[in-house]
């Protein structure tokens, strides 16, 4: 109980940091935590006790963990990194183009 509500905590500072902070960097930062909070919620709701991994063997019937959502939370991982690599290089570029990365300055002269 205590790990769902550490991670739906995550989320929402991710969350209100995206709505709250002026800074583009600080904005794609707090993107990236709730994005890791969100993995770790899908983690955490997914692991059982008693259920161990899908190896083939002999043995006793046990029952095993579903490789499924593993997969998607690898893949979710992945897409997150690229994501965030493509935000950095565009705030890299915006940052070139004007002197300040506070999203109001920038609004400012892209209306001008």
Do not use: W
Not at 31 to 57: E, L, Q
Not at 66 to 79: E, H, N, S
């Amino acid at each position: 109980m205590i790990f769902e509500i550490s991670a739906l905590a995550t989320v929402f500072i991710g969350f209100f940091g995206m709505i709250f902070k002026k800074n583009l960097l600080m904005k794609i930062l707090a993107m990236d935590v709730m994005s890791a909070g969100v993995i770790v919620y899908f983690v955490v709701i997914s692991s059982r006790a008693g259920i161990f991994s899908p190896i083939f063997s002999e043995g006793a019937k046990v029952s095993y963990a579903d490789p499924v959502p593993q997969a998607v939370i690898l893949t979710a991982i992945v897409i997150g990194f690229s994501i965030l690599a493509l935000l950095l290089v565009g705030a890299m570029k915006l940052a070139r183009r004007h002197p300040t990365l506070e999203v109001d300055e920038i609004e400012k002269n892209l209306m001008q």
